[in-house]
């Protein structure tokens, strides 16, 4: 059982369908860390062009994936609830593997700077063991 379904996560960041792209969070240390699911269902908004006959989920939405994760664990604590985390920067990306229909994702965040305002993130997604995609995020935490 998840520790938080789509409607824990919306208490949290702003975003919804079809631009939520997490389904749940499955470990949280508020701050700190973050373990969060997305299964991407062939019925996904970017399949339809992305690529036709080949759908493949574009690596920025991989990406966008993980800043969410990440928004949801710098957001958790209580003194950042009712903030938005914009992306500040993104850093030493690389693309593994491709993400398609039928994958679920396992986004893990791990917060190594959390000062003020401003935050960085060390972030991997993988596919049944293999990585997808990895990056360091840098987030900025503005008032809504």
Do not use: Y
């Not at 993130?121 to 293999?130: F, I, N, P």
């Amino acid at each position: 059982m998840p520790l938080m379904d789509k409607d824990a996560i919306m208490q949290i960041i702003p975003h919804r369908d079809p631009f939520l792209l997490i389904d749940t969070v499955e470990e949280l240390e508020p701050g700190k860390r973050v373990v969060a699911t997305k299964t991407v269902g062939p019925e996904s908004f970017w399949f339809q062009g992305h690529f036709p006959g080949h759908p493949v989920t574009p690596g920025v939405l991989t990406i966008e994936m993980l800043a969410q994760a990440g928004a949801v664990c710098a957001l958790s604590l209580p003194e950042n609830r009712g903030r938005l985390a914009v992306f500040a920067g993104i850093d030493k990306a690389k693309f593994r593997r491709q993400v398609v229909p039928g994958d679920t994702v396992r986004l893990e965040v791990e917060l190594l700077k959390l000062r003020g305002s401003f935050g960085v993130g060390k972030a991997l997604a993988t596919v049944e063991g293999q990585r997808a995609a990895q990056a360091e995020i840098t987030f900025a935490l503005i008032d809504r």
